[in-house]
């Protein structure tokens, strides 16, 4: 297996690499969600999200690295307050990768390599969302032991329609 290693985004240059994933074309729909009837979503820029990164304790964003390449990101969000759950020690999750690499056993090896972070930092269960039209991420994660638990109704609007949002967990 290839070097893979996950480092925490400390640099005002993961932050633009993390944008540049986040506004890709293709996925952006996918990673942030849309609360209004326009097609464009606004997210702030690489260096106001590094400063506000900078400025808080609840979120850390990890970095993927193959090789010396930065492929992907995983974020954290310590008692995010949108949980489905409402026990302690949930992590909320999201993750973002370079669309050259979906597909690919690179992106489940360091998702594994995440879940053992978390583990580390005393989570016991994760929860996340997915847009119903983002139907390769739902087959990711139920493949790796995720289960639905519920869905959020018109959460986010994409393509001339408003999509369900599906909460996903899994037991650490």
Request: charged letters at 35%; one cysteine or more.
């Given at each position: 297996?290839?070097?893979?290693?996950l480092?925490?985004?400390?640099?005002?240059?993961?932050?633009?690499?993390?944008?540049?994933?986040?506004t890709?074309?293709?996925?952006?729909?996918?990673?942030?969600?849309n609360?209004?009837?326009?097609?464009?979503?606004?997210?702030?820029?690489?260096?106001?999200s590094?400063?506000?990164?900078?400025?808080?304790?609840?979120?850390?964003?990890?970095?993927?690295?193959?090789?010396e390449?930065?492929?992907?990101?995983?974020s954290?969000?310590?008692d995010?307050?949108?949980?489905?759950?409402k026990?302690?020690n949930?992590?909320?999750?999201?993750?973002?990768?370079?669309?050259?690499?979906?597909?690919?056993?690179?992106?489940?090896?360091?998702?594994?390599l995440f879940?053992?972070?978390?583990?580390?930092?005393?989570?016991?269960?994760?929860?996340?969302?997915?847009f119903?039209f983002?139907?390769?991420?739902i087959?990711?994660?139920?493949?790796?032991?995720?289960?639905?638990?519920?869905?959020?109704?018109?959460?986010?609007?994409?393509d001339?329609?408003?999509?369900?949002?599906?909460?996903?967990?899994?037991?650490?």
């Amino acid at each position: 297996m290839k070097d893979i290693k996950l480092l925490e985004a400390v640099t005002i240059n993961d932050f633009r690499f993390l944008y540049d994933i986040e506004t890709d074309p293709e996925i952006i729909s996918c990673y942030h969600p849309n609360f209004n009837e326009k097609e464009v979503i606004e997210i702030p820029s690489y260096d106001l999200s590094y400063k506000e990164y900078m400025e808080q304790d609840k979120k850390k964003i990890y970095i993927v690295y193959l090789e010396e390449e930065k492929i992907g990101t995983f974020s954290v969000i310590k008692d995010f307050k949108y949980l489905v759950s409402k026990e302690e020690n949930v992590a909320w999750i999201s993750l973002a990768f370079d669309k050259k690499y979906f597909g690919k056993q690179v992106i489940k090896d360091s998702y594994f390599l995440f879940e053992e972070l978390l583990r580390k930092n005393g989570y016991e269960k994760i929860e996340l969302g997915v847009f119903e039209f983002n139907k390769r991420a739902i087959k990711f994660y139920e493949k790796i032991g995720y289960e639905k638990i519920t869905s959020l109704e018109n959460f986010t609007y994409y393509d001339g329609k408003w999509w369900n949002d599906y909460r996903y967990e899994k037991k650490l």
